[in-house]
């Protein structure tokens, strides 16, 4: 009954396999139906975050971990999936010929919803592991999308930096997501071989050495692209890295999100405050919580980076910075500075004035 009971706990993690049949339906179908999956992801989940509200209940942070074992599943299975969908609609797209090239775009825009949204989401989740399995199921779902250094910059660079100008991802003050997201495509990589190559050097092994991971990240993205070429020649590999592209910018549209504008005090002698609640911005909404796998209570994650999404806590306005909604709906105002400022920027003042009322002059992009 045990058993039972954690399964239809962890079921409403699992929304984002209402995404298969719904490619299947836009790949055979084309038409409008081809808008299915971001409608689900972010219509549908805006909707239910209306509907239910939020959740605001910690988990005990000490359960064990064979009490996951659901949670944790969706994450395990979801590679399978993701390839399926991915190479599936390739397969099809190129030899059916019933889709028109728009509705191909918008098609690999949707499956980039499911390769960005949910796959480098769950891949995020697993690369903070230490089971090797999981760290390797990491890495083979950022291949899919092109994206293997994120899990070098997220680990080695976002988590130590984040609020500093060391981060890229830590999106500025009045920076619009469209020059956020250009500046992030060019810092990152070149971010992220520095940060490994700094690690080896610690180790007294030169950036060729064979255990730096951009060689086994430059060997799964090639085999990535590869198999794209077998399932459906040159058309499927321009399809490919369609979705890669729309995946990417989703992903750095929820990064764009997490910590826009806030910063953390650099110290006497350079160093900086260690990271707290409040330099996060969180959404304890429900329903996109569920199909970000918790993602939204990010406080938390920055400060126990390793813990399981299920067990992650929520803070209260009072200790970390709250959004007005859930990210799905953030990220369509992101898409629109106007508004995004409009709507954020009176927040982080707001922000500054409560956690650093000292600071007078922030154009040097830190906490004073």
């Known amino acids: 009954m045990r058993n039972i009971a954690d399964f239809r706990n962890a079921l409403p993690f699992w929304l984002s396999l209402g995404l298969v049949p719904l490619v299947m339906i836009g790949v055979t179908q084309g038409g409008w139906t081809v808008a299915l999956m971001p409608a689900y992801a972010w219509t549908l989940t805006t909707f239910l975050d209306l509907l239910l509200g939020r959740s605001e209940e910690n988990p005990d942070p000490q359960t064990e971990e064979a009490d996951l074992f659901w949670y944790r599943a969706i994450t395990l299975i979801w590679l399978p999936l993701q390839a399926l969908i991915i190479y599936g609609s ?26 960005g949204t949910i796959g480098i989401v769950y891949a995020h989740e697993l690369m903070h592991q230490s089971n090797r399995v999981e760290r390797w199921l990491a890495d083979l779902l950022l291949a899919t999308v092109l994206y293997s250094h994120f899990r070098t910059e997220h680990l080695l660079v976002h988590h130590r930096y984040v609020g500093t100008p060391r981060d890229a991802v830590t999106a500025r003050y009045n920076e619009g997501f469209h020059r956020f997201f250009w500046r992030v495509l060019r810092e990152c990589p070149a971010s992220a071989w520095v940060a490994e190559k700094e690690k080896l050097a610690r180790a007294g092994r030169p950036v060729w050495h064979p255990s730096n991971p951009f060689w086994r990240y430059g060997g799964l993205q090639l085999t990535a692209l590869a198999l794209a070429w077998l399932v459906g020649g040159w058309a499927g590999l321009v399809l490919f890295l369609l979705q890669a592209f729309f995946a990417v910018w989703q992903l750095e549209l929820t990064n764009y999100i997490e910590h826009y504008g806030l910063t953390r005090r650099q110290l006497p002698g350079g160093k900086y405050e260690p990271v707290r609640p409040h330099h996060s ?20 994650h920055h400060y126990k980076p390793d813990r399981r999404f299920p067990l992650l806590q929520t803070y209260s306005a009072d200790e ?49």
């Open 320 to 368: 970390a910075p709250m959004l007005p909604m859930g990210y799905p709906a953030m990220g369509v105002l992101a898409m629109i500075p106007p508004l995004w400022r409009r709507r954020m920027n009176p927040r982080v003042r707001a922000w500054r004035r409560r956690y650093y009322p000292d600071v007078t002059d922030w154009r040097a992009g830190t906490a004073g």
């Open 281 to 300: 911005w969180n959404a304890p909404h429900k329903a996109s919580n569920w199909l970000l796998i918790n993602l939204q209570r990010h406080s938390d």
């Open 90 to 115: 390739i397969w099809w797209i190129t030899r059916s010929g019933g889709l028109s090239v728009p509705e191909q775009v918008a098609l690999m825009f949707g499956v980039g919803v499911a390769s």
